[in-house]
C-alpha cells in the first residue's frame, strides 16, 4: 500500500514522504494511529493544503519531548523480581512494568513509547530505548534483581549472577572438603579401635619371634 507519511517513521521516511509499506502494517498500525493516509489524488490535496499546520504541531511536539528528555535520559529504574539461583526471572519484565516504574520518578511516557529490543528475562542491567517523539529518543537503563542490595551491587557494577555462580562453587567446594575430612577423622578412629582390639601376644609367640 502507498501511504504519505503525516510525520517521521523510522526506517520508512519523514512528513510528507510518500511510501510503499505492508497493508497490514499501513491498517493495523500507521493509518489507525494517524501516522499516515492512504495515498491518493484526494489525499494528497489535503495533505499539501494542511502541511505548514502538520510541520508546525509536529515542530511544537518535538519541542515538548525535547524537554522532557532531559528528565529522562539516563535514568535507571529498579525492579525488583523472584528468580532462580541461575538468574532466570519466573516470567519476565513486561513493557507495563517499565512503564508504571518510570512514571514514578515523574516522566510521563505511555507503552507505545517503549521499545523493547527482546524481552527481559534474568537478572541484570537492561538497555531501553523511550521514543518521545518521532525525532526524539532517550535511553533509560532498567536494574532487575532480587533485592535493592542486589539492585545496588549491580549499580555499581558487580555482575550479581557471576557473584552468585562463585558462592555457589564456593560452598560446594567446602561441603566436599568437610565431608572429606569428616571421612579422614572417620577412618583414623576405625583404625585405632582395631588396633586397640588386637589381640595380645602370649609369653611363646614373644620367645619365638625374639
Known amino acids: 500500500m502507498d501511504i504519505i507519511l503525516l510525520e517521521r517513521v523510522e526506517k520508512l521516511g519523514s512528513i510528507g514522504d510518500v511510501v510503499t509499506v505492508k497493508d497490514g502494517y499501513a491498517r493495523n498500525y500507521l493509518l489507525p494511529n494517524k501516522k499516515a ?37 539516563g535514568t535507571q529504574i529498579i525492579l525488583i523480581r523472584a528468580a532462580s539461583n541461575s538468574g532466570q526471572l519466573y516470567g519476565s519484565v513486561s513493557v507495563r512494568d517499565i512503564v508504571e516504574e518510570l512514571n514514578k520518578t515523574g516522566a510521563n511516557v505511555t507503552k507505545s513509547m517503549i ?3 527482546r524481552p527481559i528475562k534474568a537478572l541484570g542491567l537492561a538497555d531501553v530505548r523511550v521514543v518521545l517523539h518521532p525525532e526524539v529518543t532517550v535511553n533509560i537503563q532498567v536494574n532487575v534483581a532480587r533485592s535493592e542490595d542486589e539492585a545496588e551491587m549491580q549499580k555499581d557494577g558487580v555482575d550479581v549472577i557471576t557473584q552468585m555462580f562463585e558462592e555457589e562453587q564456593a560452598e560446594i567446594a567446602f561441603e566436599s572438603m568437610a565431608a572429606e575430612e569428616e571421612a579422614a577423622s572417620a577412618r583414623k578412629e576405625a583404625e585405632g579401635r582395631a588396633e586397640g582390639e588386637a589381640p595380645a601376644k602370649t609369653t611363646d609367640e614373644e620367645e619365638l619371634e625374639a
Do not use: C, P, W
Not at 499539501?48 to 499546520?53: D, G, V
Open 115 to 117: 521499545v523493547l529490543e
Open 37 to 73: 493516509l492512504r495515498s491518493n489524488a484526494a489525499n494528497r490535496k489535503v495533505f499539501e493544503a494542511n502541511r505548514a499546520k502538520i510541520e508546525t504541531d509536529n515542530a511544537e511536539r518535538k519541542v515538548e519531548a525535547e524537554k522532557a528528555s532531559t528528565g529522562i535520559e
